[in-house]
C-alpha cells in the first residue's frame, strides 16, 4: 500500500491561487466574479498577511485605484511599503489593468482590494495580532 500522498493546508493551497488571471477576468466577466472576490480575496489576502502586509496599505491603495485607476496604482514605484510585496501587487494591478478597462472595472478592484483588506485584518484578529 502506497503512504497517503502529502497533506496541504488550505493556506497553501490557495496560496498557489493565479490571482492575476482571477483579477484579468473577474473584474470583466462576471462569471468570474464569485470567484475572484471569494477564492481570490482569501488568496491574495493569505499571500499579502505572509508578507506582513498591513489591511490599511490595501485600503490606501484601493482609494489609489479608485482614485486614479488600475494603471497608475500599478505604476507606482512602490504601491505598498515593502519591495516583496508591492511587486506582488503590482503584477496584479499591471494584469488587471490590462483587460479592466473603464471606471466599474476599476470600481470592482477597489471594492476587491478593500474584501482583501478584511480578510487580512481577520486573520490578524484571529491570531491576536495587530490588525
Do not use: H, K, N
Amino acid at each position: 500500500m502506497s503512504p497517503a500522498p502529502e497533506s496541504r493546508s488550505d493556506d497553501e493551497v490557495l496560496a498557489g491561487t493565479d490571482v492575476t488571471m482571477l483579477l484579468r477576468y473577474g473584474l470583466t466577466e462576471e462569471a468570474f466574479r464569485t470567484a475572484l472576490f471569494g477564492d481570490g480575496a482569501i488568496a491574495a489576502a493569505v499571500t499579502l498577511d505572509r508578507l506582513g502586509v498591513l489591511p490599511r496599505s490595501l485600503v490606501f491603495v484601493a482609494e489609489i485605484v479608485r482614485s486614479g485607476g488600475l494603471a497608475y496604482a500599478a505604476g507606482l514605484p512602490e504601491p505598498l511599503p515593502s519591495p516583496e510585496p508591492a511587486a506582488v501587487l503590482r503584477d496584479w494591478l499591471s494584469g488587471a489593468a490590462q483587460t479592466a478597462s473603464g471606471p466599474e472595472a476599476e470600481t470592482r478592484a477597489a471594492r476587491w482590494l478593500e474584501a482583501v483588506a478584511e480578510i487580512v485584518a481577520l486573520r490578524r484578529s484571529a491570531r491576536g495580532g495587530p490588525a
